[in-house]
């Protein structure tokens, strides 16, 4: 099993290097920074760890860049590892017997953890030790480092509570707004020395999703078109044909979702979930993790536990 280890001294990931590096850089999340400022600030004067902290909402939201960011205001290590590297609690053991002092262990998607492995931590996260059964049933509690859990999830309410208890900081991730969007066009275009014509962000802020991960990727497919066509300074004009090219319509929906639009449009009621898929050639879960959430923010569709239709169709939903 390997562990991202990521000093805070030399950044050898090229994606964190592409992201914010303080929270003065880190757009939007202004309540979430503030206090964890008021915690990191706190865990210096004192010279104890940080307390444990539970980050929550969809990926994309710079959940890991917090984390580094964390671990850059400690000064300490930032070590990386996802669920799915942990089968068993002896693997678990095993990185936590190798953290350092104040070291921010970073878990992502933990909701996926199994229930022996969150047992482990239970302990560990309390009072900085493990308890090891040995041959003839000899309980051995062994000491570890003081260090900070950072974990990240999609999930919060398939947490246990007595796991979610553990977590004296549990943070929720909001939407951004337009203006934090621009923000973070913003960076990106310039990370990339992309040249653009003043007003162009304000002609962009509306087709990108308020999710820093996909403006980021909207900003690689700007960059590529941009290099393909060999243009020297972005202009609005050549920005609409960037959209056309890249198949992104008002709001950032893509034809997957207009497609899904004109089928639930050809009825006149709601419509099982199971035939939506099919003609969509999709499994029910992409439908409803990877399609359907922009619709519904957008006030585009209703839906129930099985049936699917347009708003101003609603109204067939319960008939």
């Known amino acids: 099993m390997e562990v ?15 992201r914010p590096e303080s929270f003065s850089d880190f757009v939007g999340q202004d309540p979430i920074k503030a206090v964890l400022a008021t915690a990191i600030d706190s865990a210096q004067k004192r010279q104890w760890a940080l307390w444990h902290i539970l980050f929550s909402w969809p990926s994309g939201f ?5 984390a580094w960011i964390i671990s850059k205001q400690l000064w300490t290590q930032l070590k990386v590892i996802t669920w799915y590297a942990l089968s068993k609690p002896s693997e678990l053991v095993s990185v936590l017997n190798s953290l350092e002092k104040w070291d921010i262990l970073f ?13 482990v931590l239970y302990i560990a996260m309390e009072d900085f030790v493990i308890d090891m059964v040995l041959p003839e049933w000899w309980n051995l509690r ?3 480092n003081q260090f900070t859990l950072v974990w990240a999830t999609t999930k919060p309410e ?27 066009l913003w960076y990106y275009l310039n990370h990339y020395n992309l040249n653009y014509e003043e007003g162009l962000l304000d002609a962009a802020v509306k087709k990108v999703a308020p999710v ?4 980021h990727n909207f900003v690689i497919k700007l960059r590529d078109f941009i290099v393909s066509n060999k243009i020297e300074k972005l202009s609005t004009k050549e920005l609409e044909s960037f959209l056309k ?13 207009k497609k899904y639009l004109e089928i639930l449009s050809q009825y006149d009621r709601a419509i099982w979930v199971k035939t939506l898929a099919v003609q969509l050639w999709v499994s029910e879960k992409t439908l409803e993790e990877d399609i359907e959430p922009l619709l519904l923010r957008l006030w585009k569709i209703e839906k129930t536990a099985q049936w699917r239709c347009l708003r101003e169709h609603q109204n067939t939903l319960f008939s």
């Open 4 to 18: 991202k280890k990521i000093s805070i001294e030399t950044d050898t990931t090229s994606l964190l290097s592409q």
């Open 62 to 66: 710079w959940k890991t860049t917090m």
């Open 107 to 119: 878990i992502d998607e933990i909701h996926r953890l199994k229930p022996t492995i969150e047992e």
């Open 142 to 144: 062994l000491p570890i």
């Open 158 to 184: 398939t947490l246990s509570q007595p796991m979610k208890n553990r977590f004296v900081y549990h943070f929720h991730f909001m939407e951004y707004n337009d203006d934090e969007k621009k923000a973070i």
């Open 212 to 215: 820093p991960r996909e403006i």
């Open 245 to 257: 090219h890249a198949q992104i319509d008002d709001w950032w929906m893509m034809p997957i979702h």
